[in-house]
Structure formats: structure tokens, C-alpha cells
């Protein structure tokens, strides 16, 4: 009996490490830097008219929807980044030598960028509160 208890104990165990992989190949450490500055990201993929490249768009809009992934990103803009990455972002939905899905994904972290940047979000948020919990105090 202790033997059948020992051997489901270790396959219980072993289901829970290998279910957790995914946390233990990542760095933990990674995100107490937070996302990258906005400007690091207009350096790297935007040109000085402001353009950015049908090469680098798909690693432009990758490399913003993963900052916007943390709500310091948005928290962080400046008016002038937030000015140039709506601009570069604009340039990326309106350039139609870019594939469709980076152009949807630039067009939607476009109205992000302007949504966080005003009152907007919160107001947005709270109107889809009000919609989903009506009896939900504010």
C-alpha cells in the first residue's frame, strides 16, 4: 500500500512540474526593468521622417504591442513619443507593401496610444463595467 502511495505521490508530482514548464524556462527577472522606453523603439525602427520601413514594420509593430502588453508603457509615454509613435504607427496601417496583419495590429495599437493618453481608457473602462455588472457600484 505505502509503495502504490509513493508512486502516485511521484507521478502527482512530476504532472505538476511538467505542467509549470513554461515557468521555469522563463527569466523571472526579466520585466523589473519594465518595457522598453518608447523612444528606444522609434530610434531603432522608425526613419527621421518619421516613416518606418516595410522591412521593419512587422519587428516595429511586434516590439510595441509587447511594450503595450505592460500598462508602464502607456504610463510612460511623453507627448512627443506618444506624437511619433502615433505618427510611425500610422505609417505602418497606411503602407500597403505590409502585410495585412501587421497593418491591423499597428492600426489597433495606434487607437490604443490614443486612448491611454487621454481620459478615454478610463471612461471606456468604466462604461464596460457599467454594461457587464449594471447593480456594480463605481
Not at 522598453?36 to 504591442?65: C, H, M, Q, R
Request: hydrophobic share 40%; charged share 20%; with cysteine.
Amino acid at each position: 500500500m505505502k509503495a502504490k502511495a509513493g508512486l502516485l505521490l511521484v507521478t502527482l508530482t512530476v504532472f505538476m512540474f511538467s505542467s509549470c514548464a513554461d515557468l521555469f524556462q522563463g527569466n523571472l527577472f526579466e520585466n523589473f526593468d519594465g518595457p522598453p522606453d518608447a523612444s528606444e523603439l522609434i530610434d531603432k525602427y522608425v526613419n527621421a521622417d518619421g516613416t518606418v520601413s516595410a522591412s521593419n514594420a512587422g519587428k516595429f509593430v511586434d516590439a510595441v504591442a509587447e511594450a503595450a502588453e505592460s500598462p508602464r508603457f502607456f504610463k510612460d509615454l511623453s507627448n512627443s513619443d506618444r506624437t511619433k509613435l502615433n505618427g510611425a504607427l500610422a505609417d505602418v496601417y497606411g503602407n500597403e507593401a505590409v502585410g495585412t496583419s501587421d497593418r491591423q495590429t499597428a492600426s489597433v495599437l495606434a487607437a490604443e496610444v490614443v486612448i491611454r493618453g487621454t481620459d478615454a481608457g478610463e471612461t471606456i473602462n468604466l462604461s464596460l463595467i457599467h454594461i457587464s455588472e449594471p447593480t456594480r457600484p463605481y
